[in-house]
């Protein structure tokens, strides 16, 4: 359902009530059987998978800007991943070199883990 949705093959409504049908499911399957772990993580996978098609950042390469720097952008306008590089780099005190080893690291991770498991 999640990948029509981004195709464009279903309508926001149709994948929104699949997406409340799901989280029911869940939701009423660990009331009814909570020792089955792996039917409850399937169903959670399932609904993330939905609330990341119907709510995350939408992202366009076109609106990067290889000439702007991370200090010149709002804050507010900064993304969820960038977020994440920041707290994982910066959870301490570090140097800088500590700090860029760290985001190294994270991105690193992100692209080879993460986002292949998506």
Not at 29 to 39: D, K, L, M, R, V
Not at 53 to 78: G, K, M, Q, T
Request: net charge negative; charged share 30%.
């Amino acid at each position: 359902m999640a990948e029509d949705y981004l195709q464009g093959d279903v309508e926001y409504r149709a994948a929104h009530r699949c997406l409340r049908g799901v989280t029911g499911k869940q939701n009423a399957h660990h009331e009814q059987q909570p020792g089955n772990s792996f039917a409850i993580a399937a169903l959670g996978a399932s609904q993330k998978a939905l609330e990341a098609a119907l709510f995350d950042e939408p992202y366009d390469a076109r609106s990067i800007d290889p000439e702007i720097e991370d200090r010149d952008v709002d804050v507010d306008e900064w993304d969820a991943y960038y977020h994440a590089a920041e707290s994982y780099a910066c959870a301490e005190e570090c140097t800088d070199e500590e700090e860029m080893r760290r985001r190294i690291e994270f991105w690193s991770w992100n692209l080879d883990k993460a986002v292949p498991a998506a």
